[in-house]
């Protein structure tokens, strides 16, 4: 099993007693989790609508 990392992805310290591990990175609380999937799904949105343009 791999280590707990000592930060969050947004840079905050990882609480001792509660944190989410969610598709592979550690979170401080639920609501880095769910902004950083509004981020990749951004991200997502923005190579189809570039695929969309060039096509």
């Known amino acids: 099993m791999a280590e707990r990392p000592s930060a969050c992805t947004c840079g905050k ?3 001792r007693k509660q944190w989410y591990y969610r598709n592979g990175q550690f979170f401080c ?3 880095c989790w769910l902004t950083a999937q509004a981020k990749a799904a951004g991200a997502e949105g923005a190579k189809d609508a570039g695929k969309a343009a060039t096509a």
């Open 29 to 31: 609380k639920k609501r």
């Open 13 to 15: 310290r990882l609480s």
